[in-house]
T-cell receptor, first 110, second 114 residues
Framework: QKEVEQNSGPLSVPEGAIASLNCTYS??????FFWYRQYSGKSPELIMF????GDKEDGRFTAQLNKASQYVSLLIRDSQPSDSATYLC??????????FGTGTRLKVLA | KAGVTQTPRYLIKTRGQQVTLSCSPI?????VSWYQQTPGQGLQFLFE???????NKGNFPGRFSGRQFSNSRSEMNVSTLELGDSALYLC?????????????FGDGTRLSIL
């Protein structure tokens, strides 16, 4: 089992819809969870981070964490074509490392 | 505030050579981590430095090494380059080490091995 798993996609959503991106992790001791956006040919850009169970909202983005089920999600409301990118989930581990998933490619269709 | 600065942006080397990459973190950030990104493997953790000490390392051979200076700037060295070392090398900085702090990435160094 991979330490951090994401569906590679592509996930296609129409403009204006909600995009839901999911990530599962294997280390129950993980405390910190991060979402990054990476455009093709660019470096990852931090979108959000969450430490506690529940939801955290920032503009059109909502991160959801469920430690009991070991998953973290990112919701993007009112999706725009400019949101088309690869979304990377990162989780810290008990060995104090950041582990990244392989990313989900999101395509927002105009 | 200036972001993470990596130099050079592009490098072309041949097998057997060695290369040194540089990273200047965001001002005030004391932890620097290095990653290798390839299409097949995604983002792979190389090592993390804090207070001039390697705090953590990933599963890479000893040809990959790094160091950190007193001003938190970091360098990464790869010796005896192999074709498989062709990748985007990313540096990320954070306030503290340990994976609990958000990391911010530089633009990366794209290394091509001929």
């Amino acid at each position: 089992q991979k330490e951090v798993e994401q569906n590679s996609g592509p996930l296609s959503v129409p403009e204006g819809a909600i995009a839901s991106l999911n990530c599962t992790y294997s280390d129950r001791g993980s405390q910190s969870f991060f979402w990054y956006r990476q455009y093709s040919g660019k470096s990852p850009e931090l979108i959000m981070f969450i430490y506690s169970n529940g939801d955290k909202e920032d503009g059109r983005f909502t991160a959801q964490l469920n430690k009991a089920s070991q998953y973290v999600s990112l919701l993007i409301r009112d999706s725009q074509p400019s949101d088309s990118a690869t979304y990377l989930c990162a989780v810290n581990t008990r060995t104090y490392k950041y582990i990244f998933g392989t990313g989900t490619r999101l395509k927002v269709l105009a | 505030k200036a972001g993470v600065t990596q130099t050079p942006r592009y490098l072309i080397k041949t097998r057997g050579q060695q290369v040194t990459l540089s990273c200047s973190p965001i001002s005030g950030h004391r932890s620097v981590s290095w990653y290798q990104q390839t299409p097949g493997q995604g983002l792979q953790f190389l090592f993390e430095y804090f207070s001039e000490t390697q705090r953590n390392k990933g599963n890479f051979p000893g040809r990959f090494s790094g160091r950190q200076f007193s001003n938190s700037r970091s360098e990464m060295n790869v010796s005896t380059l192999e074709l498989g070392d062709s990748a985007l090398y990313l540096c990320a900085s954070s306030l503290e080490p340990g994976g609990n702090q958000p990391q911010h990435f530089g633009d990366g160094t794209r290394l091509s091995i001929l």
